[in-house]
């Protein structure tokens, strides 16, 4: 849970005992970084001093050395909701994960993460569409992992850039957020996460062709997911041009 500003967590303390400025510990970040420049800002920093968000692995390790702290003490405030209440709850039979996974895009308000290259559900590729319609401040990511398994999630795509324009900025930020990996050795995640909750898609029970399984979690577990889809993008090549899309391969062809 993210805390105030006069809330303290450990992470903020250990910079504070070495009497150091947000800007400091991106200085000692950059030093540990391969060419001197870790890509971490001051905001980050207050963030994940604050809980708002999650710092990732890499990122860990190099505030541990800095600090000569282990994990579960510098990020324990980042990792106790994690236990609490957040059970997942299983989603049996597509139509009760249809269900979910559109109800995770229609109620999101403030940030939407998808992640996949096989999405084919015509239904909840046009909520998405919808909900980016409807809520010009929603913050959208997209990340594939190679190239889309199918026709209409290429089409999807390209019809989002005739929604929204990646580059504009007219509500103060980027909302139109989408990339591909293409490290073959990057395990293909599956993922539809909002600031309320998230559908995470599971091997099925029944049949092993079969899309028809999954769990949804809380706002604790989906904020998570959330940062994980940031980094992802971050590491992602961008394919926001109409260029860039038709460029695509559609790895079925042909196939519905």
């Given at each position: 849970?993210?805390?105030?500003?006069?809330?303290?967590?450990?992470?903020?303390?250990?910079?504070?005992?070495?009497?150091?400025?947000?800007?400091?510990?991106?200085?000692?970040?950059?030093?540990?970084?391969?060419?001197?420049?870790?890509?971490?800002?001051?905001?980050?920093?207050?963030?994940?001093?604050?809980?708002?968000?999650?710092t990732?692995?890499?990122h860990?390790?190099?505030?541990?050395?800095?600090?000569?702290?282990?994990?579960?003490?510098?990020?324990?405030?980042?990792?106790?909701?994690?236990?609490?209440?957040?059970?997942p709850?299983?989603?049996?039979?597509?139509?009760?994960?249809?269900?979910?996974?559109?109800?995770?895009?229609?109620?999101?308000?403030?940030?939407?993460?998808?992640?996949?290259?096989?999405?084919?559900?015509?239904?909840?590729?046009?909520?998405?569409?919808t909900?980016?319609?409807?809520?010009?401040?929603?913050?959208?990511?997209r990340?594939?992992?190679?190239?889309?398994?199918?026709?209409?999630?290429?089409?999807?795509?390209?019809r989002?850039?005739?929604?929204?324009?990646?580059?504009d900025?007219?509500?103060?930020?980027?909302?139109?957020?989408?990339?591909?990996?293409?490290?073959?050795?990057?395990?293909?995640?599956?993922?539809?996460?909002?600031?309320?909750?998230?559908?995470?898609p599971?091997?099925?029970?029944?049949?092993?062709?079969?899309?028809?399984?999954?769990?949804?979690?809380?706002?604790?577990?989906?904020?998570?997911?959330?940062?994980?889809?940031?980094?992802?993008?971050?590491?992602?090549r961008?394919?926001?041009?109409?260029?860039?899309?038709?460029?695509?391969?559609?790895?079925?062809?042909?196939?519905?």
């Amino acid at each position: 849970m993210a805390r105030t500003e006069r809330e303290s967590t450990p992470l903020r303390r250990a910079r504070q005992a070495r009497n150091w400025t947000l800007e400091d510990v991106v200085e000692q970040m950059d030093l540990c970084a391969p060419g001197g420049h870790s890509g971490v800002t001051p905001s980050m920093v207050s963030g994940w001093e604050l809980g708002r968000h999650t710092t990732s692995i890499g990122h860990r390790k190099t505030l541990c050395d800095i600090y000569g702290l282990p994990a579960d003490v510098l990020f324990a405030h980042q990792d106790e909701g994690l236990s609490q209440r957040a059970a997942p709850h299983l989603l049996v039979g597509f139509p009760d994960l249809q269900r979910a996974m559109v109800r995770v895009v229609s109620e999101a308000c403030e940030c939407l993460v998808v992640m996949g290259s096989r999405s084919r559900d015509v239904q909840y590729l046009q909520a998405i569409e919808t909900a980016l319609k409807q809520r010009p401040t929603l913050i959208y990511y997209r990340v594939l992992f190679g190239p889309p398994h199918h026709q209409v999630l290429k089409d999807h795509l390209l019809r989002l850039l005739k929604l929204r324009d990646p580059n504009d900025r007219s509500v103060g930020v980027k909302t139109l957020h989408l990339g591909i990996m293409e490290d073959a050795l990057a395990p293909e995640r599956f993922f539809c996460a909002s600031e309320r909750h998230a559908v995470i898609p599971i091997p099925s029970l029944t049949s092993h062709e079969a899309f028809d399984f999954g769990i949804t979690v809380g706002p604790v577990p989906a904020s998570r997911l959330l940062d994980h889809g940031r980094q992802a993008y971050a590491a992602a090549r961008r394919i926001e041009t109409v260029q860039q899309i038709s460029g695509l391969n559609v790895v079925r062809r042909g196939q519905v």
